[in-house]
């Protein structure tokens, strides 16, 4: 019998794994020295720890430990993208390219930057969620500093084509910032064969704690430099001041190792329970249609749409299931999802979605278990609709 409830909703947070709890916990008490206190032992200490989950991160996106910058999660990182590129380089230029459907932790600094005097250009996506590179090419002028695009979408899983970005980018002398939240430690990511300039992480994505994340910040060809937001004592090469998060810094970086030597076949399982999730609510509920793309999306993204049923309220009387509606960091909101808007299929598929986001705890039964409780409360719904 399946452990109830069931939590599928794994993009908005996952369970810090036990392995990285343990490793965390004498950084608590034991080893509880300040990481920039290096005249003894303890923080000698505290300092050894966060280079080795320096160490750990960098690994997972093959990149340089002295270039993870850490941060207190994917949102400072996005934001320390934007806003130190546009102040760091506005004798460049004052122009940068997104895209409409990136996480409002982009889009909500973007309009800031607007606000202040700079120029953003907001590329539209297919009905996949896919960007159309002639269009990113396109948008590039000799005032563009920066494109930022994320590597799979919170919402939907689409997968963008980081690789040709980087190429376009590279190409055009563009740097290129990607907010790769939601895809780190669940696909592959080469900061040096994608030509990524800037990624941004987080640690409570991938079964590591909430509060730590960190910017990757290329140091060569061509090195990035960037404005601070945070001053006070120069630390993270004086991007991010403040003290350490260094139990949070210890879990990224097991977190980080886990996820590194664990992924491929992680993967593959968790796509195959997708697969049959999705198969199966096909059997039961007449008119499911997928949103985001069929085949380039993250393997443990399901985001369907229900016609007839309006998700908050499928949601409200769903007690066994943890699902959503879209981004955790906007679920207050009554407005519909801006990424399934931005599909073109209008505020009735926007507001009738429903987001799966599966994990290292479900399992087969779990999967089963879901599908039935998901085709009974629609059902039921519709029921009530036709009465």
Known sequence: MSRMPIYMDHHATTPVEPRVLAAMLPYFSEIFGNAASKDHEFGYQASHAVEQGRTQVAALINARPDEIIFTSGATESDNLALFGVAERYADTGDHIITCVTEHKAILDAAKHLEAQGKRVTYLRVNQYGQID???LRAAITPQTVLISIMAANNEIGTLAPLAEIGRIAREHGVLF???ATQAAGSIPLDVQKMQIDLLSLSAHKMYGPKGIGALYVRRSNPRVRLAPLLYGGGHERGMRSGT??????????VAAEIARREMKDQAAQLHAWTEQLFAGLQQHITGIAL?????????????????????????AGLKDLAVATGSACTSASVEPSHVIMALGFGEERAHGSLRFGLGRSNDVAQTEQAIKLVSSRSIKLRSLLRD
């Open 133 to 135: 590179l002639d269009e």
């Open 177 to 179: 910032h990607t907010d």
């Open 244 to 253: 350490l998060n260094v139990p949070g810094i210890v879990g990224f970086g």
């Open 291 to 315: 949103n985001g793309h069929p085949t380039e999306r993250l393997p443990h993204n399901l985001n369907v749409y229900i016609p007839g049923v309006e998700s908050r309220a499928f949601i």
